[in-house]
């Protein structure tokens, strides 16, 4: 892709789409503020036909989702057919169950992918991990998300980089970006804040202390085509506005 492209994490905004009214209101508010893509995730009870009218009436795409692992080990079909409809590339998972995680549990996860990633591939989709910080925890020498993606064919599965879950794991985010380059075609983008009380916060891209030039220059030589937007508590703040805030900054960072 010769430009990137700024999408929202619709999890950003899930207490809003719970009803197909809601959804519709959200994506509106996504695309006044200047977003051209989404991911859906955090949705409630709403039809994959009513989001796929929605998104286009707003001119946004769906450009990748969060879905459970449990479905695409037990309703493929259905998920392969709602990707389908909405013209939707980049399948992801936002996390594992808790009982992946040990080096059995990685392996398990890779057997049980390889079947489903190849499903996917034939229908010209391909599948994306997120991390949160917990896979950096170490297993001898390396780290789980490591182990992950050194045992893993590229053409099997992708890296979805959260930059704010890496450095909370103690990971540096920019160095992350690098290690997957060539396999990465989405990127979640959300900021670190401290307060004075030495709470870690998440905070609106640019309003916190992670070091955007050096993620930035590493996931444009690394080949993201999606950069994603996502705040996963806003406090306060309106997430609309946090997602506005965002993509502000992230125009006067030159991404835009």
């Keep these: 892709m010769e430009t990137p492209v700024v999408g929202a994490q619709l999890y950003t905004v899930r207490d809003f789409t719970k009803t197909p009214e809601g959804v519709a209101e959200a994506l509106k508010k996504v695309a006044e503020i200047g977003y051209t893509a989404v991911q859906v995730s955090g949705f409630g009870q709403v039809s994959p036909a009513d989001v796929a009218l929605m998104a286009a009436d707003n001119g946004l795409k769906i450009v990748s989702t969060h879905t459970g692992w449990d479905r695409f080990l037990n309703d493929?079909?259905?998920?392969?057919?709602?990707?389908?409809?909405?013209?939707?590339?980049?399948?992801?998972?936002?996390?594992?169950?808790?009982?992946?995680?040990?080096?059995?549990?990685?392996?398990?996860?890779?057997?049980?992918?390889?079947?489903?990633?190849?499903?996917?591939?034939?229908?010209?989709?391909?599948f994306s991990y997120h991390n949160h910080n917990h896979e950096l925890a170490r297993y001898g020498e390396q780290t789980w998300l490591e182990l992950l993606y050194e045992r893993a064919d590229p053409a099997i599965l992708k890296a979805e980089i959260d930059v704010y879950w890496i450095q909370a794991g103690g990971g540096d985010p920019a160095a992350w970006v690098t290690k997957c380059a060539g396999r990465e075609p989405l990127l979640h983008l959300k900021d670190m804040a401290i307060t004075p009380q030495r709470e870690q916060r998440f905070a609106e891209i640019g309003e916190g202390n992670l070091n955007w030039p050096a993620i930035l220059d590493a996931a444009k030589l690394g080949g993201v085509e999606w950069y994603l937007v996502e705040q996963d508590l806003s406090y306060d703040r309106d997430p609309f506005d946090s997602l506005?805030?965002?993509?502000?900054?992230?125009r006067t960072m030159g991404l835009l």
């Excluded at 506005?244 to 992230?250: D, F, G, V």
């Design 244 to 250: 506005e805030i965002s993509y502000r900054n992230l």
């Design 76 to 126: 493929l079909d259905a998920v392969v057919e709602e990707h389908k409809l909405w013209k939707c590339p980049h399948p992801a998972i936002g996390g594992l169950p808790g009982d992946y995680f040990s080096l059995e549990g990685l392996q398990r996860f890779l057997d049980e992918l390889e079947p489903i990633s190849r499903v996917l591939a034939g229908e010209g989709m391909d």
